[in-house]
């Protein structure tokens, strides 16, 4: 089963970028639907962006600021975050689907945004 750990989580200013990357153990290109999600601290976890074989989606949140991206040569898909926001402050989760098989979740990275 793919196993999935995330990095480049950090402290970075409001109106900066920073990219966070998912590693896939194994093939990337065998999950159906891979995409970030987030919890920030005392609220649920929400979805972020994910990529389907139809093409990327985004919340609305997060729309015109935020890109995904996969690289299954790589095994990695990437969020690149433009323009953050202190309200963008959360732990990054990258989540693989294999429809009918399994799912699959990483152990999140850190994303602070400061004012």
């Known amino acids: 089963q793919v196993q999935l750990v995330e990095s480049g989580g950090g402290l970075v200013q409001a109106g900066g970028s920073l990219r966070v990357s998912c590693r896939a153990s194994?093939?990337?290109?065998?999950?159906?639907?891979v995409g970030w999600y987030r919890q920030a601290p005392g609220s649920q976890r929400e979805w972020v962006a994910l990529?389907?074989?139809?093409?990327?989606s985004y919340a609305d949140s997060v729309k015109g600021r935020f890109t995904i991206s996969r690289d299954d040569a790589k095994n990695a898909l990437y969020l690149q975050m433009n323009s953050l926001k202190p309200e963008d402050t959360a732990v990054y989760y990258c989540?693989?689907?294999?429809?009918?098989?399994?799912?699959?979740w990483g152990q999140g990275t850190l994303v602070t945004v400061s004012s």
């Open positions: 990529i389907t074989r139809d093409g990327p």
């Open positions: 989540r693989g689907v294999r429809v009918g098989d399994f799912e699959v």
């Open positions: 194994g093939s990337l290109s065998s999950l159906d639907v």
